[in-house]
């Protein structure tokens, strides 16, 4: 009799523990799971960073973001840069507008600000020009940062971290969907 109520454990155990492993196994059959490949496009070497276009008010940031933007692709993807479109396989280029300016918090008594903040908006467009392929069609991308004039940070301060955390997102915005 305890021979039958351990062999009905046994069998009840591996029905179990079969019937989990199959739910689990389907369950991952439309899962991809990792992969070791490159989140950038495999048919491209080398990027030609167009200088941005400025359509603000704000001078100077247009330079900020271009060379935040080729250090941060030189950085981070496996890209080279280059000086010449002649020479790239692929340009970037883009414009940026507007940049807004906000308060983010004033001193009580006098109501001068004790935060400001800074936002960067800019459009990308990045072509492959070996294959004529349009590989990011206008893409909008935008970044902020804060500063403090009590802390000696001035809005050039401000502009230069909002323009090195756009042109993050601008390469983040040139991986491959997934």
Known sequence: MEHQKINYAVNTALAIFFVCISIGLVGCEGISGYSTESLYPDNVATVYVKMFENKTFER??????????????????????????DRADTILTGYIGPVGKSILSAERETGRPLEKEVLINATVSWKNLKTGDILLNAEQVSASATYS???????????????????????EAMEKSW
């Open 149 to 171: 004039e009590w802390q000696n940070q001035g809005f050039a301060y401000g502009s230069t971290l909002a323009a090195n955390k756009l042109a993050k997102r601008i390469v």
């Open 60 to 85: 100077g940031i247009e330079y900020e973001l271009t060379d935040a933007l080729a250090k941060q692709i030189e950085a981070s993807t496996p890209y080279k840069i280059v000086s010449s479109a």
